[in-house]
């Protein structure tokens, strides 16, 4: 994966490499990772680096220390964004940007996660939670609405009732009850939840086609704003598309081998199979 040379802030956000699956882990465990521009900055740069390397398949995202993001850190002046004319925040790439990456998020969500710390686990594609963890949105407790999209995605996940019980209250959820609702996937013991959430990407990077992983995200999240005629359309000019592609040989020839498919990574904004 290209790097950068160092900078300051390049502590804020670790990365660690585990074969095809890459770890990024928020490190200002002194605040319980709370948000600041500097670690939204670097976590998008990995993001992005990440995302056009061909040799990782998936990330893993966690937070350094006890929690996993406390929310925006009220008390870092340079948190506040430059403002355009029309009094909105000016920033080079938006707080949902992670929605963009082609490749699967997972959140190894290892302790609190409040406010924009539970939205950008909500950017993940899939969420592991330690046990005991708590989370809540806080927006209302805070006099503030549903930020970054929250009023969209939580419907999706756990319906409308129940996201606006989260929303309203800003009460706080233990990962238990978070798994009941549909909020997180799993509920793992607390020293478990990097290893879970790191073997679940080995297994997708080991058996998965990178190429129909990313075009099966963009399909899910296309649809929200889809009929389902206009679903089934897209799924079938996509099928032509994945039944022209060496992906399709692969999966099939290798199962029937009874060996590892051999796919190819995805390189720059491949929109093509292999």
């Given at each position: 994966?290209?790097?950068?040379?160092?900078?300051q802030?390049?502590?804020?956000?670790?990365?660690?490499?585990?074969?095809?699956?890459?770890?990024?882990?928020?490190?200002?465990?002194?605040?319980?990772?709370?948000?600041?521009?500097?670690?939204?900055?670097?976590?998008?740069?990995?993001?992005?680096?990440?995302?056009?390397?061909?040799?990782?398949?998936?990330?893993?995202?966690?937070g350094?220390?006890?929690?996993?993001?406390?929310?925006?850190?009220?008390s870092?002046?340079q948190q506040?964004?430059?403002?355009?004319?029309n009094?909105?925040?000016?920033?080079?790439?938006p707080?949902?940007?992670?929605l963009?990456?082609?490749?699967?998020?997972?959140?190894?969500?290892?302790?609190?996660?409040?406010?924009?710390?539970?939205?950008?686990?909500?950017?993940?594609?899939?969420?592991?939670?330690?046990?005991?963890?708590?989370?809540?949105?806080?927006?209302?407790?805070?006099?503030?609405?549903?930020?970054?999209?929250?009023?969209?995605?939580?419907?999706?996940?756990?319906?409308?009732?129940?996201?606006?019980?989260?929303?309203?209250?800003?009460?706080?959820?233990?990962?238990?009850?978070?798994?009941?609702?549909?909020?997180?996937?799993?509920?793992?013991?607390?020293?478990?939840?990097?290893?879970?959430?790191?073997?679940?990407?080995?297994?997708?990077?080991?058996?998965?086609?990178?190429?129909?992983?990313?075009?099966?995200?963009?399909?899910?999240?296309?649809?929200?704003?889809?009929?389902?005629?206009?679903?089934?359309e897209?799924?079938?000019?996509?099928?032509?598309?994945?039944?022209?592609g060496?992906?399709?040989?692969?999966g099939?020839?290798?199962?029937?081998?009874?060996?590892?498919p051999?796919?190819?990574?995805?390189?720059?904004?491949?929109?093509?199979?292999?």
């Amino acid at each position: 994966m290209p790097h950068h040379p160092s900078t300051q802030h390049d502590d804020v956000v670790l990365a660690e490499r585990h074969g095809p699956v890459l770890l990024l882990t928020l490190n200002r465990p002194e605040k319980l990772n709370a948000w600041n521009n500097a670690l939204e900055d670097r976590y998008f740069d990995l993001l992005d680096e990440a995302d056009a390397d061909p040799e990782i398949r998936a990330i893993v995202v966690t937070g350094a220390g006890r929690g996993f993001c406390a929310g925006a850190d009220m008390s870092d002046l340079q948190q506040v964004d430059k403002l355009d004319e029309n009094g909105l925040p000016m920033r080079a790439r938006p707080k949902n940007h992670p929605l963009s990456v082609r490749k699967p998020l997972i959140a190894a969500i290892n302790g609190a996660a409040a406010g924009l710390g539970l939205v950008e686990a909500l950017f993940c594609d899939v969420r592991f939670a330690a046990a005991g963890a708590k989370l809540t949105t806080s927006f209302a407790r805070r006099g503030l609405i549903a930020e970054y999209g929250a009023a969209w995605l939580l419907p999706r996940l756990v319906g409308q009732s129940r996201a606006l019980d989260l929303l309203m209250s800003g009460r706080v959820v233990r990962a238990e009850e978070a798994a009941d609702m549909g909020l997180v996937d799993r509920v793992v013991a607390p020293e478990d939840v990097v290893g879970v959430a790191l073997a679940y990407g080995q297994d997708l990077a080991a058996h998965c086609s990178p190429w129909a992983m990313s075009t099966i995200k963009s399909q899910v999240y296309r649809s929200f704003e889809t009929t389902f005629g206009e679903a089934v359309e897209d799924a079938d000019r996509l099928m032509q598309i994945s039944l022209l592609g060496p992906d399709v040989r692969e999966g099939v020839t290798s199962y029937l081998e009874g060996r590892a498919p051999a796919f190819a990574g995805l390189r720059g904004s491949d929109s093509t199979p292999g």
